[in-house]
């Protein structure tokens, strides 16, 4: 999984913090309810504008 396609950083948005690219949500506010045990799914739903290919992309980070 390449996450660079998938994440970016900008000084204007959410203060710099790595974003899911084309969204206002951060990439910690997702590994944060994985951490908790929330499935992908309820995470997608809990915020629209995730993409599936999105929650790859977070794990990708952690590694």
Not at 23 to 48: C, F, K, M, Q
């Amino acid at each position: 999984m390449d996450w660079k396609s998938h994440i970016s950083t900008d000084p204007e948005i959410a203060h710099g913090a790595a974003c899911f690219r084309g969204t206002r949500i951060p990439v910690s506010v997702v590994l944060e309810n994985l951490a908790a045990g929330e499935a992908p799914d309820e995470i997608l739903a809990e915020y629209p504008s995730l993409e599936p290919e999105h929650m790859p992309a977070g794990h990708s980070l952690c590694r």
